[in-house]
């Protein structure tokens, strides 16, 4: 990204505006413990190894405590074209207690090439009728089919992330402009919150990650710039002290609290900015994936809560 002085400043200044923009949090209404003060998300892909249908994953993940789900399109496509209803995956997924507070998809929303970013909005379009079908509030938007490719005027990618805002709204899904750190756009935190920010939506808003953090460089202190109302969903994990950050990878994730990811600090700045939303263990383990689903979700919420108890009973 090339930004010039007055442009960073004006940046800078700009992001107490994110704290404005209005985001439902995962436990709105909900009265939360002091000491666990965010809700609990399974993002399938934890137990996606098993091969697990997506009305099971509904069960695994209410069973084990988790107050939301974060299913992938994929599994949804799959849903349908077993001759199943969305309609009755949307009742169970309520009737578990279990609320979709994300969805992952893939679509080219912010790439300069103009018929590919078209395809791109015609499946985002897609993307968030399905996840609307089943409950969704928000579909991650990730800088898909930009990742080998730095592109250096955000404020174009920005522009762009208004229109996908734009096409939500008729839906009812919002995107949230994630951070990818292995990408070459959309790196750093930094530069999701730059995006967000001049879109210039009130609804805009952001998905970072602990391993993405980490992996594109980001300091875990810039979540501190943040007002927590610009996060809606935080993906939750950990990653080992080795490999280093250059070589470490999605399959190297690690429960929280088995690794060497500043939690801590990083749960209580959450807390602090005011972020109430949910935690969404988000883990493509190999290992993992290889144990019974319903061990490695439950190991999952059970370490999260551990983390965050642990981490705010310091403070």
């Known amino acids: 990204m090339s930004l010039n002085r007055r442009e960073v400043l004006r940046a800078a200044a700009a992001v107490g505006a994110v704290g404005g923009m209005t985001v439902s949090t995962a436990v709105e209404g909900a009265e939360m413990a002091a000491d666990e003060p965010f809700g609990y998300c399974l993002n399938t892909s934890t137990i996606r190894g098993q091969n697990v249908p997506i009305e099971e994953e509904v069960a695994i993940a209410a069973q084990a405590g988790y107050h939301g789900i974060e299913p992938w399109i994929n599994e949804i496509d799959n849903y349908v074209e077993r001759g199943k209803s969305l309609r009755d995956l949307r009742k169970r997924i309520a009737d578990s207690g279990l609320k979709v507070e994300s969805v992952i998809g893939f679509f080219d929303w912010a790439v300069d090439d103009?018929?590919?970013?078209?395809?791109?909005?015609?499946?985002?379009?897609?993307?968030?009728?399905?996840?609307?079908?089943?409950?969704?509030?928000?579909?991650?938007?990730?800088?898909?089919?930009?990742?080998?490719?730095?592109?250096?005027?955000?404020?174009?990618?920005?522009?762009?992330?208004?229109?996908?805002?734009?096409?939500?709204?008729?839906?009812?899904?919002?995107?949230?402009?994630?951070?990818?750190g292995f990408s070459k756009t959309l790196t750093r935190l930094g530069e999701a919150a730059l995006v967000a920010i001049e879109s210039g939506h009130p609804s805009a808003c952001i998905l970072a990650d602990v391993y993405h953090l980490h992996k594109g460089?980001?300091?875990?202190?810039?979540?501190?710039?943040?007002?927590?109302?610009?996060?809606?969903?935080?993906?939750?994990?950990?990653?080992?002290?080795?490999?280093?950050?250059?070589?470490?990878?999605?399959?190297?994730?690690?429960?929280?609290?088995?690794?060497?990811?500043?939690?801590?600090?990083?749960?209580?700045?959450?807390?602090?900015?005011?972020?109430?939303?949910?935690?969404?263990?988000?883990?493509?383990?190999?290992?993992?994936?290889?144990?019974?689903?319903?061990?490695?979700?439950?190991?999952?919420?059970?370490?999260?809560?551990?983390?965050?108890?642990?981490?705010?009973?310091?403070?």
């Open 114 to 180: 103009d018929a590919r970013r078209a395809k791109g909005f015609v499946e985002a379009r897609r993307n968030m009728e399905l996840a609307e079908a089943i409950g969704g509030k928000r579909i991650a938007a990730p800088p898909s089919g930009a990742t080998d490719h730095r592109i250096d005027d955000l404020r174009r990618v920005a522009d762009r992330y208004r229109a996908l805002i734009e096409l939500g709204e008729a839906i009812g899904v919002v995107p949230e402009v994630e951070v990818w």
């Open 217 to 315: 460089g980001s300091r875990p202190q810039g979540l501190r710039m943040l007002a927590g109302s610009a996060l809606s969903v935080f993906h939750f994990n950990d990653y080992p002290a080795d490999p280093p950050r250059e070589k470490i990878d999605d399959a190297q994730r690690v429960y929280p609290g088995d690794g060497v990811a500043p939690l801590g600090e990083l749960i209580r700045d959450l807390r602090d900015i005011g972020f109430r939303g949910m935690l969404s263990l988000e883990l493509f383990n190999r290992g993992y994936w290889k144990q019974d689903a319903r061990a490695v979700a439950r190991t999952g919420v059970e370490k999260m809560r551990k983390v965050v108890r642990d981490a705010l009973a310091k403070s």
